[in-house]
């Protein structure tokens, strides 16, 4: 044993997002998705007919402390959208400790897990309520609401694994993108993707 030993925390989970016991709030607006959009004039138009200030996705978690060994769990609401073509996404990351995991569950809605890694591969991966994604280390994720209602997903990972946003934006963005057909969705080849840079350990 290497310290002090957490206390256990009861956690209430609503279908629709809420988490009561939470240690942390945070909400991302419209405004705050510059860049992430490859159609940037319809993420111009809605900026400013909806406002900067409208919201995307919020997210409620619960941590008993960063350290080694512990877990961070929280759940994600996203609005649905499109953008052009595009469904509405978080705006992604590559944990800053790179082999750290992380389980995504679906309480509601409908959505897709877009997984890349830096060396190529490519996965998106539809959840719908009572399904999860158990997403291993070294996969960068980005969480797309396909459908027409909120898409709210229970998340668990290592407390110290951080977030690398930097990894998309230095690549034009993921590789894939999640757009709109005619039944439903289908990934599409981002054509401003430069490829990933190599993670520095
Ligand atoms: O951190 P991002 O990429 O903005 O997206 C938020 C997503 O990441 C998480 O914070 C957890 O990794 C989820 O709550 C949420 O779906």
């Known amino acids: 044993m290497s310290g002090p030993i957490d206390q256990p925390t009861l956690l209430n989970i609503v279908k629709t997002g809420s988490l009561e016991g939470h240690t942390r709030v945070y909400r991302k607006n419209l405004g705050d998705m510059t860049g992430v959009y490859q159609d940037q ?17 919020s997210v409620e978690e619960q941590r008993y402390g ?5 877990l961070i769990v929280g759940t994600s609401t996203m609005l649905p959208g499109q953008y052009g073509n595009e469904f509405a996404v978080t705006r992604g990351h590559l944990h800053g400790i790179s082999n750290r995991a992380e389980l995504y569950y679906c309480l509601s809605g409908k959505g897709v897990m877009l997984l890349e890694t830096i ?15 158990n997403v291993p280390g070294e996969w960068i994720h980005r969480s797309v609401n396909v459908g027409d209602e909120p898409f709210v997903t229970l998340f668990c990972y290592a407390a110290d694994a951080g977030q690398d946003y930097t990894i998309i934006a ?28 190599a993670v520095s350990e």
């Open 66 to 70: 960063n350290h080694d060994g512990a």
């Open 119 to 133: 060396d190529g591969r490519s996965e998106a991966i539809e959840i719908t309520p009572g399904q999860a994604v």
């Open 41 to 57: 004039p319809a993420y111009a138009e809605q900026r400013s007919s909806k406002g900067d200030d409208a919201l995307v996705y």
């Open 170 to 197: 230095d690549a034009g963005g993921m590789k894939n993108l999640v757009v709109a057909t005619a039944d439903g969705w289908a990934t599409a080849p981002n054509p401003a993707h430069t490829g990933y840079r």
